[in-house]
């Protein structure tokens, strides 16, 4: 018996169906290039979106009261934990995320924190007997706290790096006690906002310093999930280390950190970059960093991270190609999205749900029915690579400048191929139309 939301489970009913609460085109069982739909996702709960969000922000008051917020901390860490699991089971969904402050209150010192961290870790395990619900990912939250305001990892006092690397070191071990698939490491505040005031030398090294800790440590206790690195450009600082894909691979390459690293691309971070969801994506992909997804994204009207549900079926169809092309993803999808603040209702997070897991599911089958059209139009594009001795030898540096000056010297080079995007879009809405 349910004890927050008085509903019986989603289930998928088709996209015919004119029922609010059901899935028009997540059918989790079905066959997608020989996989089930549900495993091409892996899709989760965001514990702090989820339970944490009050509807506050820099301009307002809490606009939400949750009844799994209790009058002691403590009681409402454990509540939550029924109240994650119930909305598991209601979606559908078998995973959730968390950071450790989410799940647990912090206390004066660690080891206060890391005692509350047993008493909710031991409910969760309890809970884990008798459900199918698993943990996606864990983190620890290096930004929230006072003492984090200029950094954790990069901050100018040791005792805060310290305190940062005990954070990590019980999140990484509560990841492992549940079995998680991975486990984000988030630079909140790893960044500056006055570079004069900035040693970035010594920044840059000590958040390497940092994550070779936390490959030793992982080592150490065995576990065996996937690291991640979640990229973002900025806000809450003015600039950040990791600010997209390519800083953050070319950070790992500098620091001899490539091979125990995959990155957690989120939707809303790739556009504070500057770049589309799919770029972000399809550069992880091409460099064989593509490990796990935070399924959001932001108004671009508004210049800050707003975590939104999902609902561009155009982005997700662009989404799910790139994720079509490399196979999946290692660990999975994560909604870290939070309802609006002024929808106080608990049932706006099932519609916000639902809305997500809708959408990029017919993403997936878009992207599914679309990617032969595309690949065939890329490889006709490029064809004269592969099919003429010039492009042949290009490839294959069996060329130099002298040798393509007296290629070249005399051939006049005016007209090149239509690039078709047109008819790509064409292509696109044809197949997201008939849905």
């Known amino acids: 018996m349910f004890m927050y939301f008085n509903l019986e489970k989603i289930l998928y009913e088709g996209k015919n169906s004119k029922k609010i609460l059901s899935y028009k085109f997540y059918n989790p069982d079905e066959i ?38 209790l009058k002691d901390p403590l009681d409402t860490a454990l509540a939550k934990v029924d109240a994650i699991f119930e909305l598991c089971e209601i979606l559908g969904i078998e995973f959730f995320t968390f950071h450790d402050t ?39 939250n290096l930004f929230f706290h006072p003492r984090y305001a200029q950094g954790a990892a990069t901050s100018p006092d040791p005792e805060v790096f310290a305190y940062a690397a005990a954070q990590v070191k019980r999140a990484l071990e509560i990841t492992k006690e549940l079995n998680g698939l ?6 909140g505040r790893e960044g500056y906002d006055n570079l004069l005031l900035t040693n970035s030398e010594l920044e840059e090294k000590l958040l390497a310093n940092f994550l070779q800790m936390v490959v030793e440590h ?8 996937v690291l991640l690195i979640e990229p973002k450009p900025k806000e809450p600082t003015k600039h950040q280390y990791d600010f997209d894909a390519a800083s953050v691979i070319a950070f790992l390459s500098k620091y001899n950190l490539e091979k125990d690293f995959k990155l957690n691309i989120e939707a809303n971070h790739a556009t504070l970059a500057g770049h589309t969801f799919s770029h972000e994506l399809r550069y992880a992909r091409i460099n064989n960093k593509l490990g796990s997804i935070d399924a959001n994204r932001g108004d671009l009207l508004l210049g800050w991270d707003t975590d939104q549900f999902p609902t561009n079926v155009y982005e997700t169809t662009m989404a799910m190609y790139e994720v079509i092309k490399n196979g999946g993803v290692d660990v999975g999808f994560n909604f870290d999205a939070k309802v609006r603040r002024a929808s106080t209702d608990l049932m706006d997070l099932i519609y916000g749900h639902i809305g997500g897991i809708d959408s990029f599911s017919l993403g997936l089958r878009i992207a599914n029915e679309l990617k032969n059209e595309i690949d065939k139009m890329v490889k006709k594009r490029y064809e004269k690579y592969y099919n003429t001795m010039l492009g042949k030898k290009i490839i294959n540096k069996e060329i130099n400048f002298d040798d393509l000056f007296e290629y070249i010297k005399e051939t006049e080079v005016e007209t090149i191929e239509s690039l078709k995007q047109e008819l790509l879009e064409l292509i696109l809405n044809m197949h997201i139309f008939r849905g």
């Open 32 to 69: 997608i290039e020989g996989k089930k739909m549900k495993d091409w996702f892996n899709f989760s709960i965001a514990y702090w979106h989820t339970l944490g969000n009050i509807g506050m922000d820099p301009f307002g008051a809490p606009t939400m009261k949750r009844p799994w917020n």
């Open 102 to 140: 989410d799940i647990a209150p912090e206390g004066k010192t660690i080891k206060d924190f890391n005692n509350s961290l047993d008493k909710v870790v031991d409910k969760i395990k309890e809970n884990m007997k008798t459900s199918n619900i698993k943990l996606l990912w864990g983190t620890a």
């Open 182 to 187: 991975g486990y984000v490491l988030w630079g």
């Open 218 to 225: 992982k080592n150490k206790i065995g576990f065996k999930g």
